[in-house]
Nanobody, 123 residues
Framework: QVQLVESGGGLVQAGGSLRLSCTASGRTFTSYAIGWFRQAPGKERNFIAAINWTGSSTLYADSVKGRFTISRDNAKNTVYLQMNSLKPEDTAVYYC????????????????WGQGTQVTVSA
C-alpha cells in the first residue's frame, strides 16, 4: 500500500482560499487514482474530487464544482486540492485516499488513507 500525508489545512475566512497537499510514499505513486473526501462532525464522509493516475481525468462533487481544483505532480508524489471561494459549510476534516485503477465517488473503494487535515471556514 501507499502511505499518504495531508497538509495545508487551517482557518480561513469565507471567500478565502487554501491549497491542500497529499504526499505519498511507498508504492509507485503513478499506479494510483487519488480521491479527496471530507467529513464534518456527526456527518458521513463525502466525496469531493478525484483524479486518475495521469492527471488527465478529474471528477468533482457538485457542491465544489467551479470552486475546487484537483491536480497532481507525479514527480513530487503529490496531489493538490486548490480550494477557492470557501464557505462555512466547507468546514470539515479533509482526507485524501488512494486506490489502484480508476477512481470512484464511493469512499469504500479506496484502500489507503491519510490522517486528515482540518479546514475551518469562518463566516
Amino acid at each position: 500500500q501507499v502511505q499518504l500525508v495531508e497538509s495545508g489545512g487551517g482557518l480561513v475566512q469565507a471567500g478565502g482560499s487554501l491549497r491542500l497537499s497529499c504526499t505519498a510514499s511507498g508504492r509507485t505513486f503513478t499506479s494510483y487514482a487519488i480521491g479527496w473526501f471530507r467529513q464534518a462532525p456527526g456527518k458521513e464522509r463525502n466525496f469531493i474530487a478525484a483524479i486518475n493516475w495521469t492527471g488527465s481525468s478529474t471528477l468533482y462533487a457538485d457542491s465544489v464544482k467551479g470552486r475546487f481544483t484537483i491536480s497532481r505532480d507525479n514527480a513530487k508524489n503529490t496531489v493538490y486540492l486548490q480550494m477557492n471561494s470557501l464557505k462555512p459549510e466547507d468546514t470539515a476534516v479533509y482526507y485524501c485516499a488512494a486506490k489502484t485503477g480508476y477512481y470512484y465517488r464511493d469512499y469504500r473503494r479506496y484502500d489507503s488513507w491519510g490522517q486528515g487535515t482540518q479546514v475551518t471556514v469562518s463566516a
